[in-house]
């Protein structure tokens, strides 16, 4: 007898009956169809614009640095003040997103574009979704947003669209099941920089991934 | 790994003269509890996810079968992989082949107890390929070769001095008198020696904190990052997971998840919750090109539908354990096996046998608080005392010990001889202790006195002659 037999039919015997009937397998099957959200915070469902002042208070509190802009055109230049204030190299690898950043407004950076290499000390990505709740960056893997980004670079900067903030998880998952962007092969959540409390319970950031998460918001699309 | 469980009562007392250890275990208190609280506090829903959470599992459990199918068929959908495995030697077995298979020599982890569980690493080591534990605190344990202390703090019996030790004898390549007094040089050292192996691995094996039947992802939680260098790097990631922990849908994984990092290190959530999915898609610039999922049974099937059923709904946060007055005072390595606390009591009998791990279940004073501060609502002190039920049944305890219980067990169903003797007792204790306050030493009670000290009863009446004339508060 296989392994996954034996094992399903001591899962059976233990709950004292046989395999389900395919009725109830359809049922239950279906029932996946339409998740079920249990007690969602309150937290996550304020109006829009209390969820971004939420969104980028908790990111600040989970030891992300924010950065507000008022248009995409603007990001390049946020990017390079940003490093230029952290004394940080202004070699990038960039996220080879659909909608590109016109990198001309800051002549200083140097850009390259796809995945991450150990030796890139900067990242920039575009994410899915951000989450007011907790501050949590949503980020779908794909050609357009490669995961080694998150974590190879010392310093992780994503840029957000304010339409992008929103409540609480489950509004992510449904959107991006309507998307049928549900299963990419990476869906990372990231809640600020990199760290670990495994000396002495004392909280150290950028144990093995970014020391450093910056999150720009930009109120909106264009320009 | 071999477990020493049935020398616990060693263990505890070599474990309580130990001093590095006592210092490290005073961190408990205002660290993981204290931030729990103030994170539970927080959320004012927490409650009803609690409950949710365990409405959830229990609805998984009784339909365990039904979720792991359809979580292997989206899998292999997604040109995944599922092996199952009835027992520890059959999932090392089926991990050294996948290595085999890819011809790795060099395997990063991610932090896993099934892994600790299986006692992998000897394993490989032992078949020709080099396991590197990514997680720092795992990393640490593995240069000192010893077992994790804590389900998600494996180094929290140590010091700064034992890892600067540790690092000074693993890592010739730097100068012997660098400084490294300070946290933040051990980690900067373990960051840069981790860079390359996370590099140069061929293969990456990761844990689960949740596998999904809706989307076939399973999910970690992490936050240090060292878990996903771990699995997008090398060519190769295999999840080592057992099968209590699939959930119907990423909305039943969020009200875990919200439980969580909460309960475990008080945080509102943790650095990096990643759920993976198959290999790299056709057109991903990244990621491993094979992904394999191990499903280790090892007992676990065996619990479902008996005394230990709702054991089988614990999502591994060590709030139990961080809460638990024995751990606090002992550590986790004195419990001698994998799973240490109020959730290794139950868990260690039912997965290497009762006659190894008897003791285990004895060691808590049933104060209640793992199962107040459970998110899954876990009646573990209940469970503890299925366990001491059983080993008692199987004759498991010294002689003695079985004819006190006896007697004791005759005397409480005579109810005039009970309170005729308790009263004496009260009363004798009463008057001898009446100048001190308490006995530092007792005739057949050196089990107690020897280590604390016996409080007299304050009044000369017992709790029943209180109660009978109304001296209720």
Redo the contacts between chains.
């Keep these: 007898m296989t392994a996954k037999r034996q094992i399903l039919d001591s899962i059976r015997g233990s709950l004292g009956r046989g395999a389900l009937p395919p009725s109830r397998r359809a049922e239950l099957e279906e029932a996946l169809n339409h998740p079920h959200a249990a007690a969602v915070p309150a937290r996550g469902t304020l109006p829009h614009p209390e969820q971004i002042a939420l969104f980028m208070a908790m990111c600040v509190e989970m030891s992300a640095s924010v950065d507000r802009v008022a248009s995409m055109a603007l990001v390049p230049a946020a990017i390079a003040s940003y490093l230029a204030s952290q004394n940080l190299p202004t070699r990038l690898v960039v996220a080879p997103a659909p909608q590109a950043l016109d990198w001309a407004a800051a002549p200083l950076l140097e850009t390259r574009f796809g995945a991450a290499l150990p030796i890139d000390p900067v990242s920039v990505t575009p994410v899915a979704a951000g989450v007011a709740e907790t501050g949590t960056l949503v980020l779908c893997s794909g050609p357009d947003s490669p995961t080694t980004l998150n974590f190879l670079p010392d310093t992780h900067i994503a840029v957000i669209e304010a339409g992008q903030v929103v409540g609480g998880y489950e509004e992510v998952w449904a959107r991006l099941r309507v998307d049928g962007r549900l299963v990419p092969r990476n869906i990372n959540m990231i809640t600020g920089p990199s760290r670990t409390g495994d000396i002495e319970q004392t909280i150290l950031l950028g144990a093995h991934g970014p020391r450093r998460l910056h999150v720009i918001l930009v109120d909106e699309h264009g320009g | 790994m071999h477990p020493t469980s049935h020398d616990f009562k060693a263990n505890a007392h070599r474990a309580m003269r130990n001093e590095a250890l006592q210092g490290?275990l005073a961190?408990l208190k205002k660290?993981?509890r204290a931030k729990r609280g103030i994170a539970v506090e927080r959320?004012?829903?927490f409650e009803?996810?609690r409950d949710?959470?365990r409405d959830?599992k229990n609805h998984v459990l009784?339909?365990?079968?039904?979720?792991?199918?359809?979580f292997e068929a989206k899998v292999l959908a997604?040109g995944g992989h599922v092996?199952?495995?009835?027992d520890a030697e059959?999932a090392r077995r089926i991990v050294l082949d996948i290595c085999r298979a890819s011809n790795a020599r060099t395997v990063t982890k991610g932090k896993s107890m099934v892994a600790e569980e299986i006692g992998l690493n000897a394993y490989l080591e032992k078949n020709g390929v080099r396991p590197v534990e990514?997680?720092?605190?795992e990393y640490?344990i593995q240069l000192r070769d010893e077992p994790p202390s804590h389900i998600i703090?494996?180094?929290?019996h140590l010091?700064?001095g034992h890892?600067a030790q540790a690092f000074v004898k693993a890592h010739p390549q730097y100068p012997a008198d660098r400084p490294l007094g300070e946290?933040?040089e051990?980690?900067d050292e373990a960051?840069e020696v981790?860079?390359e192996s996370?590099?140069t691995a061929d293969l990456g094996i990761t844990g689960a904190n949740m596998m999904i039947?809706?989307?076939?992802?399973t999910i970690i939680v992490t936050?240090?990052?060292?878990g996903?260098?771990t699995q997008?790097?090398p060519r190769v990631h295999v999840v080592l997971t057992s099968?209590e922990k699939v959930v119907?849908?990423?909305?039943?994984a969020?009200?875990v998840?919200?439980l969580l990092a909460r309960s475990a290190?008080g945080q509102?959530?943790?650095?990096?919750?990643?759920?993976?999915?198959?290999?790299?898609?056709a057109?991903?610039?990244?990621?491993p090109s094979e992904f394999h999922v191990v499903?280790l049974?090892n007992g676990r099937?065996?619990?479902?539908?008996?005394a230990f059923h709702d054991m089988l709904r614990c999502i591994r946060c060590a709030a139990c354990i961080n809460h638990c007055p024995i751990y606090g005072a002992i550590g986790g390595h004195a419990y001698g096996w994998v799973y240490p606390g109020p959730m290794g009591s139950v868990l260690t009998p039912a997965l290497i046998g009762l006659e190894e791990a008897h003791d285990l279940p004895n060691a808590s004073t049933l104060c209640g608080r793992c199962e107040a501060v459970c998110p899954m609502h876990i009646p573990l002190p209940r469970m503890l005392r299925h366990w001491r039920e059983r080993e008692f049944e199987r004759h498991l305890q010294p002689g003695r010990v079985r004819l006190a219980l006896k007697g004791w067990s005759w005397l409480v169903r005579h109810p005039t001889l009970y309170r005729l003797y308790t009263m004496a007792a009260v009363a004798t204790l009463g008057m001898l202790g009446k100048r001190r306050g308490r006995f530092t030493s007792m005739p057949l009670a050196g089990g107690w006195t020897n280590t604390r000290d016996l409080p007299a009863p304050s009044a000369r009446r017992g709790f029943m002659d209180q109660w009978a004339t109304g001296r209720r508060r």
Excluded: C
């Design positions: 490290a961190t660290g993981f959320l004012p829903e009803a996810l949710a959470g959830m009784a339909h365990l079968d039904h979720y792991l199918e359809l997604q092996h199952w495995a009835r059959e990514t997680d720092l605190g640490i703090a494996p180094a929290i010091n700064r890892v946290a933040r051990l980690l960051r981790l860079r996370f590099v039947a809706e989307t076939g992802a936050n240090e990052g060292n996903d260098l997008t790097l099968i119907p849908t990423m909305e039943d969020t009200t998840l919200r290190t509102e959530f943790a650095a990096y919750t990643t759920f993976s999915a198959g290999p790299r898609r057109e991903d610039l990244d990621g499903l049974d099937s065996n619990m479902l539908g008996g």
